[in-house]
């Protein structure tokens, strides 16, 4: 095989006009996409690299402030960037559908019209209407060379790309001729642009769909699921690229000899279908690729290092708490509810699955949950643990249930025709939405009688969720006739820091960092506020030999000081660990450790 460089050459020689970056949260879609628009922006081509996710940092990345229509990158000419704005752009939906009618129909029903286009499904259609626009209109990015697109986390890209199907589909079926999305006339036009963004997809010659992971057991399988159910939707030209390869200096150290190991036992087991993708390996950098310069390093170019002194042992702060000591204070109140929030990648799953195990340990009846579409608890668990019971909020079977309640509670009053109209209203997208919100609110309630640990989706999919409750009441009161308790009392729930723990997971870098600081203020407007912070994989606090760990330990430092003096009223650090913290046995250790510095010592021994 040809090596890293040459490979990456390649790829970029050749990349067709669409390219598609998708993976797990965390994992370096952004950075990764952000430099293969610089590279090709550098070898003459016009470039437009758009955002579709709702949590973006391509502003950070690029060093660039961001809106709804491409704006020049400085440093890089040839290279213009956007980010799709969810909610803009429905309220530039509604504002379609809406504004032919006012001063025509009476006020009240204006109203009842914008109520109806307030829900979750309304800005998820909105916003790809206007991906599609890009997608599958050539004349929309007619004078640009290439498209590149800098995805959400996997589970809601997969979700994305469905939407075509799903929506032309429902159009097709649906005799009333209105939806939740107000009448259906107004989608229709928007038919063909689907059809054609489908196409689109599904051309070899026109799009690369490129999956992006690190070599870590969890990223490589949520990059296989991706990989079959993408092709299965005729989306057959992909790629991979596993960005964080590390290889040790010599002598490079007990903690670089492990980071090593654990790298080439992932790769050794990735998924057979992922292995015979052709594939790019990107190097761990010891910095950021933030910035242009940076970004035209990521393939191959000249890695600028900076001045090392080598790590300093981090002091501890007013705030600090060991993991272990966030557990203590959670399970004095004896039940509730705690959620882990962040970006994607950061270790959401593993800091909630440390904290149920270690709760279950004690004695506690703990349900163990996720919100995320790409799911992976039961995974890390590993198995049955006493007094824990682990579960996901799984879409379709919560849709499947949701249908058969509003069927069955509405059957008395309903005829044939009735019914039938009720079942094509249920076949819309949207109905999964209000069924997982249903699902949720249902396993929030639980925590009134023991433990419930939710490891929530990515950011931006937690705050639609959160943003929509509202909404939701509104659009389950017209379906159900009345409030369920459980999503009746869900925010009062959710506000009540004596319920529910919200704590935000981190990486020791700018962008985790800054998401969960976008992500505390957003709560706190929803009047939720975090309990503690999480500083999760941290290498400060060792005494490294490889260049590489000896970089990214100092570069760490004054993130764990943003959170420490300006974001957190407490803080645990916790540090990288040694062998992948997977299964009971390993989990339980990570929730009794005190501070990172334990953990190095335990890698040297």
Same mark, same amino acid.
């Given at each position: 095989m040809p090596g890293p460089s040459s490979m990456a050459e390649r790829f970029l020689k050749e990349a067709t006009r669409i390219l598609f970056f998708t993976g797990k949260g965390g994992v370096g879609k952004t950075s990764l996409a952000c430099a293969t628009a610089v590279?090709?922006?550098?070898?003459?081509?016009?470039?437009?690299?758009?955002?579709?996710?709702?949590?973006s940092n391509l502003d950070e990345v690029l060093g660039v402030e961001l809106h709804g229509a491409p704006v020049a990158v400085e440093g890089a000419p040839g290279l213009f960037a956007l980010n799709i704005d969810p909610e803009a752009a429905a309220r530039a939906y509604r504002e379609r559908v809406v504004g032919p009618y006012r001063g025509v129909l009476p006020e009240a029903s204006i109203t009842s019209m914008e109520e109806q286009l307030s829900g979750a499904c309304t800005v998820e259609i909105a916003a790809f209407d206007e991906f599609t626009k890009l997608l599958g209109d050539e004349k929309a990015t007619a004078e640009f060379d290439h498209v590149v697109f800098d995805t959400a986390p996997t589970g809601h890209t997969l979700r994305l790309l469905k939407l075509p199907a799903a929506w032309t589909g429902f159009?097709?079926?649906?005799?009333?001729?209105?939806?939740?999305?107000?009448?259906?006339?107004?989608?229709?036009?928007?038919?063909?642009?689907?059809?054609?963004?489908?196409? *689109?997809? +599904?051309?070899?010659?026109?799009? $690369?769909?490129?999956?992006?992971?690190?070599?870590?057991?969890?990223?490589?399988?949520?990059?296989?699921?991706?990989?079959a159910e993408l092709a299965e939707m005729g989306v057959g030209n992909q790629r991979l690229i596993l960005n964080g390869v590390f290889r040790a200096t010599e002598p490079g150290g007990a903690v670089a000899v492990a980071l090593e190991g654990r790298c080439r036992e992932a790769l050794a087991g990735m998924p057979a279908g992922l292995a015979e993708l052709a594939?790019?390996?990107i190097p761990l950098l010891g910095y950021a690729p933030m910035g242009v310069e940076n970004l035209k390093s990521v393939f191959g170019g000249a890695v600028r290092r900076r001045q090392t002194t080598g790590a300093v042992r981090q002091e501890g702060g007013e705030g600090d708490v060991p993991l272990a000591g966030l557990?203590?204070?959670?399970? *004095?109140? +004896?039940?509730?509810?705690?959620? $882990?929030?962040g970006k994607g990648g950061v270790g959401k799953t593993t800091i909630a699955s440390a904290i149920a195990i270690e709760l279950a340990r004690r004695g506690h009846r703990v349900h163990l949950s996720t919100t995320d579409p790409a799911?992976?608890?039961?995974?890390?668990?590993?198995?049955?643990?006493?007094?824990?019971?682990?579960?996901?909020?799984?879409?379709?079977?919560?849709t499947r249930r949701y249908s058969e309640a509003v069927l069955a509670k509405s059957a008395p009053a309903l005829d044939a025709q009735g019914m039938a109209l009720l079942e094509e209203?249920?076949?819309?997208?949207?109905?999964?939405?209000?069924a997982v919100f249903s699902a949720f609110a249902q396993t929030v309630a639980e925590g009134e009688h023991g433990?419930?640990?939710?490891?929530?989706?990515?950011?931006?999919?937690?705050?639609?969720?959160?943003?929509?409750?509202?909404?939701?009441?509104r659009e389950v009161t017209r379906t159900m006739s009345d409030l369920p308790e459980s999503v009746r009392e869900l925010l009062p729930r959710l506000r009540d820091p004596e319920f529910t723990r919200v704590l935000l997971v981190t990486l020791p870098e700018a962008t985790p960092v800054h998401e969960a600081k976008r992500l505390?203020?957003?709560?706190?407007?929803?009047?939720?506020?975090?309990?503690?912070?999480?500083?999760?994989?941290?290498?400060?606090g060792g005494s490294y030999r490889d260049p590489v760990l000896v970089e990214r330990s100092e570069r760490e430092r004054p993130y764990i000081e943003e959170v420490r003096e300006q974001l957190a009223k407490r803080m645990a650090v916790v540090g990288w660990e040694p062998i992948e913290p997977v299964g009971a046995e390993r989990l339980q250790r990570l929730a009794a450790r005190g501070t990172a510095e334990a953990v190095i010592e335990a890698a040297r021994r």
């Open positions: 590279s090709l922006a550098g070898m003459g081509r016009r470039v437009l690299l758009v955002s579709t996710d709702p949590a159009m097709d079926q649906n005799t009333t001729g209105t939806s939740c999305l107000g009448p259906l006339s107004g989608l229709e036009a928007q038919k063909a642009l689907y059809e054609a963004s489908m196409q *689109a997809l +599904g051309d070899p010659k026109a799009t $690369t769909l490129v999956l992006v992971s690190r070599p870590e057991r969890s990223a490589l399988e949520e990059a296989e699921r991706s990989r594939r790019i390996e557990i203590d204070e959670i399970e *004095a109140k +004896g039940r509730g509810v705690v959620m $882990t929030m799911a992976h608890v039961a995974a890390t668990v590993g198995g049955a643990v006493a007094n824990l019971t682990v579960s996901r909020i799984d879409p379709a079977v919560e209203d249920l076949r819309s997208p949207c109905t999964e939405e209000i433990f419930v640990v939710l490891d929530t989706a990515p950011t931006g999919h937690t705050i639609l969720l959160l943003d929509a409750a509202e909404a939701y009441h505390q203020e957003d709560l706190g407007r929803a009047g939720i506020y975090p309990f503690a912070w999480v500083v999760n994989q941290c290498f400060t």
